[in-house]
T-cell receptor, first 115, second 115 residues
Framework: KAGVTQTPRYLIKTRGQQVTLSCSPI?????VSWYQQTPGQGLQFLFE???????NKGNFPGRFSGRQFSNSRSEMNVSTLELGDSALYLC??????????????FGNGTRLTVT | AQSVTQLDSQVPVFEEAPVELRCNYS??????LFWYVQYPNQGLQLLLK??????LVKGINGFEAEFNKSQTSFHLRKPSVHISDTAEYFC?????????????FGKGTHLIIQP
């Protein structure tokens, strides 16, 4: 069974631009979560989608948004990029919605560099 | 809200020696506990999880962890480490109710295996 696939692996953008990251979950998984990983803040929860609905949201500004499609694939968008948005963005899928005992399966991430 | 504290940012250990990576959590509700491992340039991989029942949990790659409710700890152990265990290890907590915070991670412990 294929794992969680994130594209692209690497991305370089300039301040003020916007970016869209993509995540394809494991087949059959209906929940997709997004996390931002930085050396200073560690892993921080962005949001979770389940059956095309945003179920939970972390403490990030409105520039960060996402969506989930009917095939469970998810996209994350960041508008008006800032230098501090440089990070590894990780997507994780699970069978059930957050809060149950379904473990998260992570992709290898998208490394975003903002210059 | 819950929080996770990983007491050591870095743990150097000689090959074939035992290791313990410490994790303490705080939460006002019952929790699920997890340990994830991250190898360089990869996403996170689940090592083990505690949901309920036996407090000693065995995971992959010879790792185990013990849940101690009175001390709110979930320390990770391995009796004999190998060079290939060099990685970043993350302790994480999720509350039973599907809280809005997603999975809360500790800052990580870098396990360095010395030959």
């Amino acid at each position: 069974k294929a794992g969680v696939t994130q594209t692209p692996r690497y991305l370089i953008k300039t301040r003020g631009q916007q970016v869209t990251l993509s995540c394809s979950p494991i087949s059959g998984h209906r929940s997709v979560s997004w996390y931002q990983q930085t050396p200073g803040q560690g892993l921080q929860f962005l949001f979770e989608y389940f059956s095309e609905t945003q179920r939970n949201k972390g403490n990030f500004p409105g520039r960060f948004s996402g969506r989930q499609f009917s095939n469970s694939r998810s996209e994350m968008n960041v508008s008006t990029l800032e230098l501090g948005d440089s990070a590894l963005y990780l997507c994780a899928s699970s069978l059930g919605a957050g809060g149950d005992n379904s473990p998260l399966h992570f992709g290898n991430g998208t490394r975003l560099t903002v210059t | 809200a819950q929080s996770v504290t990983q007491l050591d940012s870095q743990v150097p250990v000689f090959e074939e020696a035992p290791v313990e990576l410490r994790c303490n959590y705080s939460s006002s509700v019952s929790v699920y506990l997890f340990w994830y491992v991250q190898y360089p340039n990869q996403g996170l991989q689940l090592l083990l999880k505690y949901l309920s029942g036996s407090t000693l949990v065995k995971g992959i790659n010879g790792f185990e962890a013990e849940f101690n409710k009175s001390q709110t700890s979930f320390h990770l152990r391995k009796p004999s480490v190998h060079i290939s265990d060099t990685a970043e290890y993350f302790c994480a907590v999720s509350d039973h109710g599907g809280g809005a915070d997603g999975l809360t991670f500790g800052k990580g412990t870098h396990l360095i295996i010395q030959p």
